[in-house]
């Protein structure tokens, strides 16, 4: 008798069951079957917006009291949960994107409103977001951007209301003085990093208090100090060094959009064709391997520092020399530890950065709206924000949920270093 023939697996059904590596490209099959980034960042806001959906049922009074009796009448309770989730939900569209009722009145200010807010939003999201994401692919972890924001809002608009220059030349002396304030002060804890060795986390954790207690002390000195000094506020910026309007005068957006969206162009650029962004990613991604092919971590350290500051040196200004054209003490507004979220959501990339800086800035934009028009909670917005980082942050955990499978994440790894410096 002779002997079978061995069985033979088409190498096509190996090919499909093998899960791809970092680095190589993933069709579309594959990225609906795996834990690719996207997929994660699209499921983790997925589930975000599930989870708040519930938190704005059981907050909400009118289906607690349908609840009451939902033996009795189930639909009455199943209505009046689908009135707040979706009066909720299209309250935050309305606030961010557009109101449909705005445009029967014809006017542009009316339709371009709720845009403009969100571009104001976010703005200074995408810039300070684009410092921590640069930091992080360096395997840094910025959590000072607050501290560099206020020092650059210090600078520009001291520039802003002291000298006076004109028109335009104004405007671009100021943005150049915060951009030098941020570089400053980040740029502290470069070179203690590099030279001292000392943890960026605390160095600039420390220096967001220093900045705090400078801008706070400068806002009693009499030169600093608006008149008749009752109150701890800076004299306002000149007309000439304001950001022009972008939407048109009677709207708060302007010209520093176009910033964002250069800075965002320029640290993409930055990352993957110039030689200081290889290094810089080679930092990241080994410091030892780094400095067995020659790179000198010390001057990464630092340059990565100086320009993380004068990303949020550009936050600050946008700040001071946009919407708000005078220095207050809480002139940074929660930007600067919003940004380590957008920097999370955008997973480390320039482009996830940016449209992560305008989805937050949408929800922010839009919280008006849903405080002004439902019973919902503004708060609602900071819990979706939590829930969708919690997600971003826990890739295992949008796996188990959506039994996707795992892959090698190269992204993450990056991410993940930035908290062990």
């Given at each position: 008798m002779s002997e079978p023939a061995p069985q033979v697996v088409p190498p096509a059904d190996n090919q499909q069951d093998e899960a791809p590596q970092?680095?190589?490209?993933?069709?579309?099959?594959?990225?609906?079957?795996?834990?690719?980034?996207?997929l994660v960042t699209i499921l983790a806001i997925f589930a975000a917006v599930?989870?708040?959906?519930?938190?704005?049922?059981?907050?909400?009074?009118?289906t607690r009291a349908a609840a009451s009796y939902f033996t009795a009448a189930p639909m009455d309770?199943?209505?009046?949960?689908?009135?707040?989730?979706?009066?909720?939900?299209?309250?935050l569209f309305q606030g961010s994107i557009l109101n449909p009722s705005s445009l029967s009145s014809g006017s542009l200010t009316t339709i371009l409103g709720p845009i403009s807010e969100t571009i104001v939003s976010a703005t200074p999201l995408i810039l300070a977001g684009l410092s921590v994401t640069l930091a992080f692919r360096a395997g840094l972890f910025n959590i000072g951007a607050q501290g560099q924001i206020l020092v650059a809002a210090i600078f520009a608009g001291y520039v802003g209301f002291?000298?006076?220059?004109?028109?335009?030349?104004?405007?671009?002396?100021?943005?150049?003085?915060?951009?030098?304030?941020?570089?400053?002060?980040?740029?502290?804890?470069?070179?203690?990093?590099a030279k001292t060795g000392a943890h960026e986390v605390i160095t600039t954790i420390m220096l967001n208090y220093v900045a705090l207690g400078l801008i706070q002390f400068l806002l009693s000195v009499h030169g600093f100090q608006a008149k008749p000094y009752t109150?701890?506020?800076?004299?306002?910026?000149?007309?000439?060094?304001?950001?022009?309007h972008l939407l048109g005068d009677s709207l708060r957006a302007n010209t520093s959009f176009l910033i964002a969206i250069a800075a965002t162009i320029g640290v993409a650029w930055l990352l993957r064709r110039s030689t200081f962004g290889f290094r810089v990613r080679a930092v990241?991604?080994?410091?030892?391997?780094?400095?067995t092919a020659g790179i000198s971590i010390s001057r990464v350290y630092i340059g990565v520092m100086l320009l993380v500051g004068a990303l949020a040196?550009?936050?600050?200004?946008?700040?001071?020399?946009?919407?708000?054209?005078?220095?207050?003490?809480?002139?940074?507004?929660?930007?600067?530890?919003?940004?380590i979220t957008v920097a999370l959501l955008g997973r480390g990339s320039a482009s996830g950065t940016f449209w992560a800086g305008m989805l937050f800035g949408a929800l922010r934009a839009g919280s008006v709206q849903l405080l002004a028009s439902t019973s919902t909670p503004a708060d609602l917005v900071q819990v979706l924000q939590a829930l969708i980082v919690l997600f971003i942050a826990a890739p295992g955990l949008v796996r188990l949920i959506f039994r996707l499978r795992a892959t090698d994440g190269g992204d993450s790894a990056v991410l993940a270093k930035g908290w062990n410096g």
């Amino acid at each position: 008798m002779s002997e079978p023939a061995p069985q033979v697996v088409p190498p096509a059904d190996n090919q499909q069951d093998e899960a791809p590596q970092g680095g190589q490209r993933f069709s579309v099959r594959e990225i609906f079957r795996s834990d690719h980034p996207a997929l994660v960042t699209i499921l983790a806001i997925f589930a975000a917006v599930v989870i708040g959906s519930l938190l704005i049922v059981v907050s909400d009074e009118p289906t607690r009291a349908a609840a009451s009796y939902f033996t009795a009448a189930p639909m009455d309770t199943l209505s009046a949960a689908w009135h707040a989730v979706s009066g909720a939900y299209v309250a935050l569209f309305q606030g961010s994107i557009l109101n449909p009722s705005s445009l029967s009145s014809g006017s542009l200010t009316t339709i371009l409103g709720p845009i403009s807010e969100t571009i104001v939003s976010a703005t200074p999201l995408i810039l300070a977001g684009l410092s921590v994401t640069l930091a992080f692919r360096a395997g840094l972890f910025n959590i000072g951007a607050q501290g560099q924001i206020l020092v650059a809002a210090i600078f520009a608009g001291y520039v802003g209301f002291s000298w006076h220059l004109p028109v335009v030349l104004h405007v671009i002396v100021a943005i150049i003085a915060g951009v030098v304030g941020g570089a400053i002060w980040a740029g502290i804890a470069g070179v203690l990093k590099a030279k001292t060795g000392a943890h960026e986390v605390i160095t600039t954790i420390m220096l967001n208090y220093v900045a705090l207690g400078l801008i706070q002390f400068l806002l009693s000195v009499h030169g600093f100090q608006a008149k008749p000094y009752t109150q701890a506020i800076a004299t306002p910026v000149d007309g000439t060094a304001r950001y022009p309007h972008l939407l048109g005068d009677s709207l708060r957006a302007n010209t520093s959009f176009l910033i964002a969206i250069a800075a965002t162009i320029g640290v993409a650029w930055l990352l993957r064709r110039s030689t200081f962004g290889f290094r810089v990613r080679a930092v990241g991604a080994n410091q030892d391997a780094a400095r067995t092919a020659g790179i000198s971590i010390s001057r990464v350290y630092i340059g990565v520092m100086l320009l993380v500051g004068a990303l949020a040196g550009l936050a600050g200004s946008a700040q001071v020399l946009g919407t708000q054209p005078q220095v207050t003490a809480d002139i940074d507004a929660g930007i600067g530890f919003d940004a380590i979220t957008v920097a999370l959501l955008g997973r480390g990339s320039a482009s996830g950065t940016f449209w992560a800086g305008m989805l937050f800035g949408a929800l922010r934009a839009g919280s008006v709206q849903l405080l002004a028009s439902t019973s919902t909670p503004a708060d609602l917005v900071q819990v979706l924000q939590a829930l969708i980082v919690l997600f971003i942050a826990a890739p295992g955990l949008v796996r188990l949920i959506f039994r996707l499978r795992a892959t090698d994440g190269g992204d993450s790894a990056v991410l993940a270093k930035g908290w062990n410096g």
